[in-house]
């Protein structure tokens, strides 16, 4: 299976190899799509996990048992629907290829298992459609 | 040939005959059909648009206070409204920002509320913050007032635009080297994209591109209601280049437009945040244009491939006003995703809702199909 997640560690654990143990105890392929990681601070990283369904679940459960937080990607970052006019604006910014423009309705769809959580749609929503649900 | 008065095909809205299409569904049937058995079946086509209009606001009338008030500052939400007419009447403009927001201190700003925002909250039901302060007069003693106000709570609210529904506008791109943060929207370097702005072959001023049927009282959907076009818009320039059907290739006409504001809807009244630029306003404005003879038919029967705009660098032509016009492209073109511009593929963005202008030209199709909305002549056209 394959699945992006986003992991927080806490500050306290944000020092510890975790990716070193998904990789070799696991047996899990880790590709890192964003990280935000500083010594002593909170830490945020966007994985895309593949491996064994076994493996997954077991490399989540050692992740969780060490205080960091996994939740699939999905959840992060909303777009609102209803707030959203379609002008089209976000599409040339996404880089993801996550927020397009469907032809020839010229309606904005969402894909979300392509975004990457890199936020720059955010700001560049002229009606704030899009939200980071963390 | 064809002729029909606005007179008839009033009475054939009232008779619940009358036969309307959209600018959109017009093209097809032209194709088929041909202009003339076209010109004689169809007595309206409707169009619409959706897009950022920063020359729109509203003026308020905010009630008189006891003791009474000549209000000579007023805030709505922290954004200040111009306060420099009667006592308690108010002019808030759509571009409007709080004296609080750090504007481009902290280059890009956000610009998250704005004139725009408070127009939204208001026709949304939601009160408002209303400031207001003053110097004091023997008749109007009262220093500073401050209360939640909501639409329903004004005497006055009128929507009152001076320039809306430009016809045509450039697409704009960035030559140098460094992002672009303009009411344009978001420019990458190097002809990293291309945004342009108009409801393409459903643009009102598209449809009538000699402003032969849009004057003072042309009945319009304005902001989810009905609203009227009141004079020529702010920068109006019929003079401009136009192409063999007409269509003016580079921006041209623009309409000043009026409506009750407790009528709107926050659907089509939109408070909206350009990064780097400032606060706006999306405005919901369709035109419905009487098929008078075989010309106008021919005028709504524009399609996206035969409308061209020019295309304009942001990072120089457009700042130092140098005119300089890097080449015209359709429509169509710029619908497709991509020109090509210098060799180059570029992607392309509109910043002005499509499927909000269907709509708009739709909604305004089925409340003239039920003979609820009727044409009105204008007192006199713009000026072409």
Known sequence: ?134 | MVKKTYAEINARIRAGEAVVVTAEEVIPMVRERGIEETAAAVDVVTTGTFGPMCSSGAFFCLGHSKPRMKMNRVFLNGVEAYAGIAAVDAYLGASQIPETDPANKSYPGEFNYGGGHVLEDLVSGREVLLEAFAYGTDCYPRHKLEKMISLEDMPYAVLYNPRNAYQNYNVAVNLSERTLYTYMGILKPNLGNANYSTADQLSPLFNDPYYRTIGMGTKIFLGGGVGYVCWHGTQHAPGAPRGENGVPTAPSGTLTVIGELKQMSPRWLRGISYLGYGASLMVGLGIPIPILDEEMLKFTAVSDADIFAPIVDYSEGYPQATGEVLGKVSYAELKSGEITLNGRAVPTAPLSSYPGARKIARQLKEWIQEGQFTLTEPVFTIPT
């Open chain 1, 1 to 134: 299976m394959k699945q992006k997640m986003v992991l927080r560690f806490p500050a306290a654990v944000v020092e510890q190899p975790f990716t070193y143990h998904l990789i070799k105890d696991y047996n899990l392929m880790i590709n890192i799509l964003k990280a935000n990681i500083n010594p002593r601070m909170e830490g945020r990283m966007v994985v895309e996990i593949s491996g064994a369904e076994d493996d997954f679940h077991r490399g989540i459960e050692f992740l969780q048992s060490s205080g960091v937080k996994a939740f699939p990607l999905e959840q992060e970052i909303a777009w609102v629907e209803e707030r959203c006019t379609h002008c089209g604006a976000c599409v040339i910014i996404c880089p993801a290829g996550a927020l397009v423009l469907e032809r020839p309705s010229m309606e904005v769809k969402f894909l979300n298992e392509k975004c990457i959580i890199c936020e720059h749609c955010l700001k560049a929503c002229p009606a704030r459609a899009m939200e980071a649900r963390f």
